[in-house]
């Protein structure tokens, strides 16, 4: 699918089926290919989560194997719920930003034992539901500025370039003095594979090659495979394993721990992150998608908000970081994905990926940079969204977006924007263009920042 055609309304014809019935499949303009083609490129996108989140807690002594096991189920039951359920095409995994702050912060750097911090996620999980099932969550988003959620999204795709360039080394921390990012090693590699795919998507994407997100993929996977020693053949099957000697995760947590009055700030940080974290990007993939109404609105909007919540109570109870939707879904979109089959394919892989470890380690970084490369810059076109005779509406947009890439957090960006809108409506004159729940927001965001509880 094109980059033009990814932002046309959907056609609707007649249904082929009853999984066409189901998931609305014709009515959005798709067919089951293109659902099953997106479900794996969102899946290739993300699968590196099951290396990177049981690396990252099991430095904080989390039990490597178990949380292995924990990744995959809370992939393939929060895609699952998001797909049979919302039916919206939105892969939920083990929140990459989230999964260091359990790992770094509440672990390594306040101590606390594993089984109380999975006890932290259990309970943020649940203040985090009943936030959105009580509409708390909804009324954000229906309270957000245009400017601010267009700049989320162009921020997001900012923040997929960053990451992937940096993920190959195609950006470098500055090693000198000066700015804190510099040019890597053109002549590496992996950023050879990643220039190379990032131009081969957008040639095969302007011919509308179906699939051809997917293929570049796989292509880039063998051609490391062959010439890369890093790419090692590990087998395919591999029976799961709880941990050495058995042990397991699953329902370990401490939740009387948790509900420490040391503990519960933690709690607090959790969850104030992951309601605009999580909600930005839910926003910004089902925009890139054309999946809002004519208000404005996600489709299913509620629904695809719960399935994100809940999945973090399953994460606390398996052995997991919390889980939000991840921003790769819009890799999965960008390649025609429209609804839940997407995600529902991306849940049966993270089960089948329970005895596929293996496979995790044929895809390497730069075979699937050059996809959120190509997501990112497909994201920028938010910028034509942007209102610019309302100045500060606008602007306080671009001032979110660049903070999210500036500071890595997306926020940190969310909250200055809403900060500057605020101030800048009042002093601009246009007190009128404000409504109490864009003010209320601003006022929390600045005073979560202040008081020291921002991750």
Request: glycine fraction near 12%; charge should be neutral; proline fraction near 4%.
């Amino acid at each position: 699918m094109s980059a033009d055609s990814t932002h046309q309304r959907p056609s609707h014809s007649e249904p082929q089926g009853k999984l066409d019935r189901y998931f609305e499949i014709s009515a959005r303009g798709s067919n089951v290919k293109q659902e099953v083609i997106a479900g794996l490129t969102t899946f290739l996108a993300m699968v590196y989560s099951v290396i990177v989140v049981p690396s990252m807690l099991g430095a904080a002594g989390f039990n490597q194997g178990g949380v292995f096991i924990a990744t995959c189920l809370v992939a393939a039951f929060g895609s699952l719920l998001m797909g049979l359920w919302a039916r919206l095409p939105m892969a939920i995994g083990c929140a990459i930003s989230l999964t260091a702050f359990t790992a770094f912060s509440l672990v390594l750097g306040q101590g606390v034992s594993v089984p109380v911090a999975l006890g932290a996620v259990f309970l943020m999980g649940v203040v985090f539901t009943v936030i959105t099932v009580t509409g708390v969550r909804t009324w954000i988003m229906k309270n957000m500025p245009n400017g601010i959620a267009h700049g989320t999204g162009i921020g997001i795709g900012l923040f997929l370039l960053l990451i992937a360039a940096n993920g190959v080394g195609l950006v470098i921390k500055n090693p000198a003095e000066g700015l804190p990012v510099a040019f890597g090693d053109f002549t590496a590699f992996p950023v050879i594979m990643s220039i190379l795919g990032l131009a081969a998507i957008l040639g095969l994407e302007k011919r509308r090659v179906p699939g051809g997100i997917l293929l570049v993929i796989i292509a880039i996977s063998i051609i490391g495979l062959i010439f890369d020693p890093k790419v090692t053949f590990h087998g395919f099957f591999a029976l799961p394993t709880f941990g050495h000697d058995g042990e397991s995760l699953l329902g370990s947590m401490d939740i009387m721990g948790a509900l420490n009055p040391v503990i519960l700030p933690t709690v607090l940080a959790l969850v104030m992150t992951a309601i605009f974290d999580a909600t930005g990007t839910i926003r910004a993939v089902a925009g890139q998608a054309n999946l809002l109404n004519q208000r404005g609105h996600i489709i299913s909007g509620g629904k695809a908000l719960t399935a994100d919540s809940v999945s973090s109570i399953f994460a606390g109870f398996v052995g997991g970081s919390p889980a939000a939707v991840y921003i790769e879904s819009a890799a999965g979109t960008a390649a025609g994905g429209k609804t839940g089959l997407t995600a529902t394919t991306v849940g049966v892989l993270f089960l089948f990926m329970l005895f596929l470890a293996p496979l995790s380690y044929l895809v390497p970084a730069y075979a699937t940079a050059p996809a959120l490369m190509y997501v990112g810059l497909l994201m920028l076109s938010n910028v034509s969204k942007l209102d610019m005779e309302d100045s500060v509406d606008a602007l306080s947009g671009l001032l979110c977006a660049v903070f999210i890439v500036l500071t890595g957090n997306i926020v940190t960006g969310i909250m200055l924007g809403f900060a500057a809108l605020v101030i800048g409506r009042l002093i601009s004159g246009e007190v009128k263009k404000l409504n109490i729940g864009t003010v209320v927001i601003a006022i929390a965001l600045v005073a979560f920042y202040a008081g020291g509880w921002a991750i």
